[in-house]
């Protein structure tokens, strides 16, 4: 962590990426804040975020709470959300690979058009 916090201070944005599961973030954010919680306390000014998670629920609403749970933590932190994308349906999905080897996702054109907005909308500082 010690090499991440001069790399967090300087970014403009962040993104938070990760799984959901038994209900909630991963253990792996969870220690990853529970670390970031310390540094976060020094006042570096306002940083935009993107938070981003996955499941193998097929309802996509299934862990809104979730998210708004990660949002208010970077929020406190004085780091606004900008973008919150959530995928669901992914269990047995063979670690993001179809049958043949190729990208689930790329399935999803009309998906990836709004991730790639997303991301785009965090770098430039538009809300999207």
Known sequence: ?????PRIAAADAVIIGFPVYTETHCGQLAAFFDRWDPFLWKKFGSKRAMVIAGWGFPEITTYD????????????????TVEAISACGLIGKLRGLDEDGKAILLRYPEGLRKVREAGCALVTGASG
Do not use: T
């Open 65 to 80: 709470h979730v998210i708004e749970h990660v949002m208010f933590i970077l929020r406190i932190h004085n780091i606004e």
């Open 1 to 5: 962590m010690e090499e991440l916090y």
